[in-house]
Structure formats: structure tokens, C-alpha cells
């Protein structure tokens, strides 16, 4: 058993209370590999922001709980070598499906975890939910809840049509439960291909498809039921279209890969939303900059070649984040 707290991770309570008193919310970015690691502490040391480290099933599976715990411990020395004096950096398990996974998580360092029975009956996601909580508030790890199911793909985790989150539910789930957070389902997805071109229609400017609008009246109803409480974000990434562009020009075949408008995520970090997932955009940019490496010098075979262009491709994306998307800048 070892406590994040040893580790110099924090848990989520304060951070979100400050994120929606301020207007701006906590971007939760995820990671599975070094390069995409530097490039997060990087980005959130130079902007002085908060930020969320995610390990969903897949990176799990791809390079082991154990060492991304490490690494976690890891980022948080080298944002003191960078010169953050008082990193604030959370260590989040995304997607927990089980309470003995949780439970792992907790005992091996992480600071706040997710359990997500949403695909459960309602009284089942209660159920499951409030033992985690439990459990983990026990040595003051933070939890995220979640209801509504988000459509589209994300490592394991997926469902073929969202349903939205039922205002007429949270007040009951969020006092029996006693989560500290909600990940609510208002529209937006999980992948790169969030919307069929069906759903969408054609801006005449620019010819870019342009997707539904997220169900802000089911966010505002979300608020209204629960004032103050913090509101999740899952599946929020924007696909940058400069970054389909440059993959498809180097060889790569994006079709209709769609996300969420910028200017959409901007209005909700200053709701109650205060914790906005974001992995997908980051496998593009480090794929757009690999691919641009591969065709402009087919010559290189050193992978610090391609993965350094790679990692200043996705600290790029993630400042741009922060500052631009989230506000969550200057509040260390
Ligand atoms: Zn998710």
C-alpha cells in the first residue's frame, strides 16, 4: 500500500473546487508512453497548470499499471527539475470497470480513480459506484462517477448510441454514491470519428463538415439539480483538421474524422464543468509529426528522430489546450 500523497500527487477535491469557482476546467490528458509524458508535464509546468494524468484499460495493457504508476512519480520530479516548486498533478485511473481494479489503483499510488458503471442498470451503478467511494475515500482518493452512455470507441470502452445523462438522476446518484465528481453524457464521444457525415452538415466557408451541437440544455439542468457540483467531460477532443490533413497528405487515410468543436468545449469549461478528457487529439498530432519524419526523410531510423518531433508536435497541442480551450493556465 503506498499513498500518493508520498509520491507528491494530489487528489481532485481542491483542484475542481478552484476550477469552477474560477470559470476554467482541469484538462485530463492520457498517457502510455514516455515521450507523450514529457510533452504533458512540459506543457502544464510552462503554462503553470494544473493537470490530470489518465491511464485508460488500453495503456494498461500496452505498457503495464505498474510502470505508468512510476512514470506518474517520475513526471512529478521533473516538473520540480523544470522549476514548478508546487506541481499539481493528479494521477486518474479513466474507466475502472471493476472494483477490485479500483481498489488496485488506490492501494498502488493513484489519487483518483473512475468507476464507470454507466452500461449498468441504475441501482447496479449505485451499487458499484458507492463501494468504490468507500473504499478509496478511505485514504482520500477522489472518485468519478459516471451516467449516460457516450457513443464511439475508446480503448475497450465502447457503446453504438449515446444516451443522455437523466437530470431527474444525478441529486440520487451523487448523494447515495458520494462520488466527487460526474461524467455526464451530453453529446460528445469517445474516438476520432465522433460523428457519421450524416449527423453533420457542410460549412459553405470552409467545406468541413461541422457536427450536432452538444446537449447544453441537459448540462444546464445537470447544474440546476446539482449547483456547484463538479461535471466531467469525456470524449472531448476537437480532431484538429490541420492534423487529418497533414497524416492524409503523408500517406496516412482519415475519412470524416470529426470532433468537437473548440468554441463548444471553451463555453463549457466555464460551466461546472471541470475536467475535460482529451487523448485522441494527441494520437494525431504525434502521428501527423511521425508520418511528416517517415516521407520528408525516408532515410532516418533513429526513433528519437521521429518520436523528438513527435513530442514538440504534442506539447504544441497540449499548451494550445490549456491556454486556448481550457483556461486552466497561471493557477499554480
Ligand atoms: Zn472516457
Known amino acids: 500500500m503506498v499513498s500518493y500523497k508520498e509520491l507528491g500527487l494530489v487528489n481532485t477535491r481542491e483542484m475542481f473546487a478552484k476550477a469552477i469557482k474560477?470559470?476554467?476546467?482541469?484538462?485530463?490528458?492520457?498517457?502510455?508512453?514516455?515521450?507523450?509524458l514529457?510533452?504533458?508535464?512540459?506543457a502544464s509546468v510552462e503554462t503553470k497548470s494544473p493537470v490530470i494524468l489518465q491511464v485508460s484499460k488500453g495503456a494498461r495493457n500496452y505498457a503495464n499499471q505498474t510502470l505508468l504508476r512510476y512514470m506518474a512519480e517520475g513526471a512529478v520530479q521533473y516538473a520540480k527539475e523544470l522549476g514548478c516548486e508546487n506541481p499539481?498533478?493528479?494521477?486518474?485511473?479513466?474507466?475502472?470497470?471493476s472494483f477490485e481494479l479500483c481498489k488496485s489503483c488506490v492501494d498502488l499510488g493513484f489519487s483518483s480513480v473512475m468507476i464507470d458503471g454507466s452500461h449498468l442498470p441504475y441501482e447496479e451503478n449505485v451499487a458499484l459506484t458507492k463501494k468504490v467511494v468507500e473504499y478509496a475515500h478511505q485514504y482520500d482518493v477522489t472518485v468519478e462517477g459516471e451516467l449516460g452512455v457516450l457513443a464511439g470507441v475508446e480503448d475497450e470502452v465502447s457503446a453504438e448510441h449515446?444516451?443522455?445523462?437523466?437530470?431527474?438522476?444525478?441529486?440520487?446518484?451523487?448523494t447515495r454514491t458520494g462520488c466527487d465528481s460526474l461524467a455526464i453524457s451530453i453529446g460528445t464521444s469517445h474516438g476520432a470519428y465522433k460523428f457519421k457525415p450524416e449527423q453533420c452538415h457542410v460549412d459553405p466557408a470552409t467545406g468541413r463538415l461541422v457536427p450536432p451541437p452538444l446537449a447544453f440544455d441537459v448540462l444546464d439542468a445537470v447544474m440546476e439539480k446539482l449547483p456547484g457540483f463538479p461535471i466531467v467531460l469525456h470524449g472531448s477532443s476537437s480532431v484538429p483538421q490541420e492534423?487529418?490533413?497533414?497524416?492524409n497528405q503523408y500517406g496516412g487515410k482519415l475519412e470524416a474524422?470529426?470532433?468537437i468543436?473548440?468554441?463548444?468545449?471553451?463555453?463549457?469549461?466555464?460551466?461546472?464543468?471541470?475536467?475535460i478528457n482529451i487523448d485522441s487529439d494527441s494520437r494525431l498530432a504525434m502521428t501527423a509529426a511521425i508520418r511528416k519524419v517517415f516521407a520528408e526523410k525516408p532515410a532516418e531510423f533513429d526513433p528519437r528522430k521521429y518520436l523528438g518531433p513527435a513530442r514538440d508536435e504534442m506539447e504544441k497541442l497540449y499548451k494550445h489546450k490549456i491556454l486556448n480551450v481550457l483556461g486552466s493556465n497561471d493557477k499554480l
Open 38 to 42: 514529457q510533452a504533458i508535464v512540459k
Open 261 to 275: 468543436p473548440e468554441d463548444e468545449l471553451r463555453k463549457a469549461a466555464k460551466s461546472a464543468v471541470c475536467k
Open 257 to 259: 474524422a470529426i470532433g
Open 88 to 97: 499539481q498533478i493528479v494521477l486518474h485511473l479513466d474507466h475502472g470497470d
Open 22 to 36: 474560477g470559470g476554467y476546467a482541469i484538462p485530463a490528458f492520457n498517457f502510455n508512453n514516455m515521450e507523450q
Open 243 to 247: 492534423y487529418v490533413d497533414m497524416i
Open 162 to 174: 449515446h444516451t443522455y445523462t437523466n437530470p431527474e438522476e444525478v441529486i440520487d446518484f451523487s
